[in-house]
């Protein structure tokens, strides 16, 4: 069974950044495609970002691209999101999810394991 720790969440202002940790145990992520989901209050869970386990590629929701890296390092079981110029609307839960398989997909359906999520609140 695949369990995540997500962490990195915090409050920031406008303009900051926080990069958000997810790592795996139980099992490596070596050839799992992993995405990252946020989910505001009283909002559906959306895709962030995924990153492919085949070779690497990575996959951004409109919202965020030119403002946040996702990246992994299989030895250390870890994926990273690192999000730059946070804005308010990028207030959320944000949760760590892997596939069964190396393709990336951004559907949240695609998806079978997840973390626990880390709140990310940007304030003004």
């Known amino acids: 069974q695949k369990q995540f720790v997500e962490s990195g969440g915090a409050l920031v202002q406008p303009g900051g950044s926080l990069r958000l940790s997810c790592v795996a145990s139980g099992s490596t992520l070596d050839y799992d495609a992993i995405g990252w989901f946020r989910q505001a209050p009283g909002k559906e869970r959306e895709g962030v970002s995924c990153i492919s386990g085949i070779d690497g590629s990575t996959y951004y929701v409109d919202s965020v691209k030119g403002r946040f890296t996702i990246s992994r390092d299989n030895a250390k079981r870890a994926v990273y999101l690192q999000m730059n110029n946070l804005k308010p609307e990028d207030t959320a839960v944000y949760y760590c999810?892997?596939?069964?398989?190396?393709?990336?997909?951004?559907?949240?359906?695609?998806?079978?394991?997840w973390g626990q999520g880390t709140q990310v609140t940007v304030f003004s």
């Open positions: 999810a892997a596939r069964d398989g190396p393709v990336a997909r951004m559907e949240r359906s695609q998806y079978r394991y």
